[in-house]
């Protein structure tokens, strides 16, 4: 069985601004998403989203959002969180 981790550092590529959430401390507990935990990142840090829709990469691999953070490994424990980006097909 994987542990389930009970902290999240996350940071912005772009602004290197670290935040480490505790579960059950900082607002979040096992049953938010990580979806839900990266907009609590973004109005912690005071990072406007300007329309675009952030998500949460660990170890180069994209975080599903809708994934309870009970379910998040300790492995996939260091997040870096970015704007999606679209290469715009027409």
Known sequence: MVAATRSFVMSDI????????DLDVDG??????VGQAVEHYLDHMSIRDNGL??????????????????????TD?????????????R
């Open 14 to 21: 772009s602004r290197q601004k670290k935040f480490r959430a």
């Open 28 to 33: 979040l507990t096992p049953r938010h998403t």
């Open 53 to 74: 829709r952030w998500t949460a990469f660990s170890r180069g691999v994209k975080l599903d959002s809708k994934r309870l953070l009970e379910d998040v490994p300790e």
């Open 77 to 89: 424990s260091e997040w870096t969180v970015m704007p999606e980006v679209s290469a715009g097909g």
